[in-house]
């Protein structure tokens, strides 16, 4: 069974941090790109960060360079995202995707068309 469970959402502080789970399961494992997203309230789902697994390139979004740190775990199929410095703005649901098969180019794009497959999400909530 294809199965992303993400976990580790909450509600902190502006200044504080936090630390996503995905875990995968089956196709989802081996997947060459999986990435981090989030989406507030009306506004369009976006990348935050994503890993080539054939390079272990990481990418982020600018809107969080230098405070967020993606990691993966493969003997435990899991992949993080710590957050520091949480802002307000950082408020949303955030979701952890898969694409099985990816370029370089299109898992560093960050572009939701790529990920075949999706968590059920965790809210992020930062209160100023």
């Known amino acids: 069974q294809v199965q992303l469970v993400e976990s580790g959402g909450g509600s902190v502080q502006a200044g504080g941090s936090l630390r996503l789970s995905c875990a995968a399961s089956?196709?989802?494992?081996?997947?060459?790109?999986m990435g981090w997203f989030r989406q507030a309230p009306g506004q369009e789902r976006e990348g935050v960060a994503s890993?080539?697994?054939?390079?272990?390139?990481?990418t982020y979004a600018d809107s969080v360079k230098g405070r967020v740190t993606l990691s993966r775990d493969n003997a435990k199929n899991t992949m993080y995202l710590q957050m520091n410095s949480l802002k307000p703005e950082d408020t949303a649901v955030y979701y952890c995707?898969?694409?099985?098969?990816?370029?370089?180019?299109?898992?560093?794009?960050?572009?939701?068309?790529?990920?075949?497959?999706w968590g059920q999400g965790t809210q992020v909530t930062v209160s100023s």
């Open positions: 995707a898969a694409a099985p098969s990816s370029t370089d180019s299109r898992c560093r794009g960050m572009y939701a068309f790529v990920f075949d497959y």
């Open positions: 089956g196709a989802t494992a081996s997947s060459e790109c």
């Open positions: 890993i080539y697994r054939p390079t272990g390139g990481i």
